[in-house]
């Protein structure tokens, strides 16, 4: 309950605060390249339930017909304005929206696709068992995570074998220790690690 609160207050105030920005990045991505402000991605939240992810639109539309995962920071997909969103990770703000209306939380394990979830044992399918979040401890440790792919020559199954099984060790851990305090130190340690 004092989670719910606590992501229902700094959501709405981070809305409403960032709002002004939000139509700034807005207006950019319109100048930059053709299509949506937004990109929605359907996701697997809270007891394997699929919802849309909300994100700032940093790819030319259609790329994610051809991969599932980016490959560095200067994959040819990424737009101009993309790369710079990306790299300091405000494409990801519009998720206060999803934390707002209740399917993600600040933090907790982040969303995974559906695709990948399906590979997931039956130990890893307890980091559904909570909602997911913005940032988490895999997301910290895998700020750069782009660029671990960036040059593989598969780097989906590259993913797969080296990547997912630790995000999901971190996950679980997280699961198992969660609490308001873990939390804040998490959305610090976040902060922290975006200027690094």
């Known amino acids: 309950m004092?989670?719910?609160?606590?992501?229902?207050?700094?959501?709405l105030l981070g809305i409403l605060i960032l709002f002004p920005f939000f139509l700034l990045i807005g207006l950019i991505i319109k100048l930059d390249s053709s299509g949506p402000i937004?990109?929605?991605?359907?996701r697997v939240g809270q007891d394997g339930t699929l919802f849309k992810l909300f994100k700032f639109r940093t790819m030319q539309i259609g790329a994610d017909k051809f991969t599932a995962i980016t490959v560095g920071h200067r994959d040819p997909r990424i737009t101009r304005a993309g790369y710079y969103l990306?790299?300091?990770?405000?494409?990801?703000?519009?998720?206060?929206?999803n934390v707002?209306?209740?399917?993600?939380?600040?933090?907790g394990p982040r969303p995974e696709l559906k695709k990948f979830v399906d590979l997931y044992t039956r130990e890893q399918l307890q980091v559904l068992t909570i909602k997911p979040g913005i940032t988490d401890y895999a997301s910290i440790e895998f700020r750069?995570?782009?660029e671990l792919l960036a040059g593989k020559s598969d780097p989906i199954n590259f993913y797969i074998r080296e990547i997912m099984p630790v995000k999901l060790a971190l996950n679980l851990k997280y699961?198992?220790?969660?609490?308001?305090?873990?939390d804040?130190?998490?959305i610090f340690r976040t902060l922290v690690s975006?200027?690094?």
Not at 2 to 7: A, N
Not at 100 to 106: A, D, R
Not at 175 to 182: C, E
């Open 86 to 97: 990306r790299k300091f990770k405000i494409d990801e703000l519009p998720q206060l929206i």
């Open 100 to 107: 707002f209306m209740g399917t993600m939380s600040l933090v």
């Open 175 to 182: 699961l198992h220790s969660q609490s308001f305090w873990s």
């Open 144 to 146: 750069n995570e782009n």
């Open 2 to 11: 004092i989670k719910r609160l606590f992501d229902l207050i700094f959501s």
């Open 38 to 42: 937004f990109y929605l991605q359907e």
């Open 184 to 186: 804040l130190v998490i």
């Open 194 to 196: 975006i200027f690094k």
